[in-house]
C-alpha cells in the first residue's frame, strides 16, 4: 500500500491561496489520490479525488503531476472556516485496498 | 446528503464493562466502517462490513467486535472496555467499490468514549 508524507502543520492568512503537497512516492498504477477535511469534533469529509494532472470542484484544485509521486491540494483565497486538518489517501478499493488515513496537515487560517 | 448517525457524542464507562456503539445511515450504503482516532495516530481502522452480516477486521481489531444484523446499522462493542480503549470512535458508509476510483465515505460526528 502506498504510504504518504505531508507536513504536520501549515499557517496561512486569510484571502490567501493553500498548497499542501503530500508525497506517495510507491503509488501504484490504478492508485487514486483522495482529500479528506476534518473540522475539530466532526467527522472526516470527503474534499477531492484525483488519477492524473488536474482535478477542480468548487471547493479545491487538485494538482498531480505527470510520474504521480506527489499531489498538491490548493485551496483558493482561503477563509478563517477553512481552518481544518486535511488528509490525503492514496489507494485502489477495486483492489482490494482499504485506504489508510494518516496523521494529516493542521492548516490554521489566521485573521 | 448522506447522514450518518451515532448514538452518542461522549460516553463514560467503567473497566471491564461491554460497551455498545451504534451507527445508523440512511442511504442504502452497502459499506460501513469503524475508526478510532488518537491526536499524533491519524484515523485506524477497526473494522468494516460491505454487507450485512459480512464483516472484515481492519487494523486495530483486537478488543473489538462489531455486529451488522441490519443495512442501515453497525455496531461497534467492546466485549471488556479496558483504560487504553478511551478515545473518539468514528463511524462511516459508503457505497460499493467502483471499477475505478474510490468512494468517499460519510462519516458521523464522533463518539468520545472515556473508560474509567
Known amino acids: 500500500l502506498a504510504k504518504t508524507t505531508q507536513p504536520i502543520s501549515m499557517d496561512s492568512y486569510e484571502g490567501q491561496e493553500v498548497n499542501i503537497t503530500c508525497s506517495h512516492n510507491?503509488?501504484?498504477?490504478?492508485?487514486?489520490i483522495t482529500w479528506y477535511q476534518q473540522f475539530p469534533s466532526q467527522g472526516p469529509r470527503f474534499i477531492i479525488q484525483g488519477y492524473k494532472t488536474k482535478v477542480t470542484n468548487e471547493v479545491a484544485s487538485l494538482f498531480i503531476p505527470a510520474d504521480r509521486k506527489s499531489s498538491t491540494l490548493s485551496l483558493p483565497r482561503v477563509s478563517l472556516s477553512d481552518t481544518a486538518v486535511y488528509y490525503c489517501l492514496v489507494g485502489d478499493e477495486a483492489a482490494g485496498n482499504k485506504l489508510t488515513f494518516g496523521g494529516g496537515t493542521r492548516v490554521l487560517v489566521k485573521p | 446528503d448522506v447522514k450518518v448517525t451515532q448514538s452518542s457524542r461522549y460516553l463514560v464507562k467503567r473497566t471491564g464493562e461491554k460497551v455498545f456503539l451504534e451507527c445508523v445511515q440512511d442511504?442504502?450504503?452497502?459499506?460501513m466502517f469503524w475508526y478510532r482516532q488518537d491526536p499524533g495516530l491519524g484515523l485506524r481502522l477497526i473494522y468494516f462490513?460491505?454487507?450485512?452480516?459480512?464483516?472484515e477486521k481492519g487494523d486495530i481489531p483486537e478488543g473489538y467486535s462489531v455486529s451488522r444484523e441490519k443495512k442501515e446499522r453497525f455496531s461497534l462493542i467492546l466485549e471488556s472496555a479496558s483504560t487504553n480503549q478511551t478515545s473518539m470512535y468514528l463511524c462511516a458508509s459508503s457505497l460499493p467499490v467502483r471499477v475505478v476510483g474510490n468512494q468517499p465515505q460519510h462519516f458521523g460526528d464522533g463518539t468520545r468514549l472515556s473508560i474509567l
Open positions: 462490513s460491505y454487507d450485512v452480516k459480512m464483516k
Open positions: 510507491n503509488i501504484a498504477t490504478n492508485d487514486y
Open positions: 442511504m442504502d450504503h452497502e459499506n
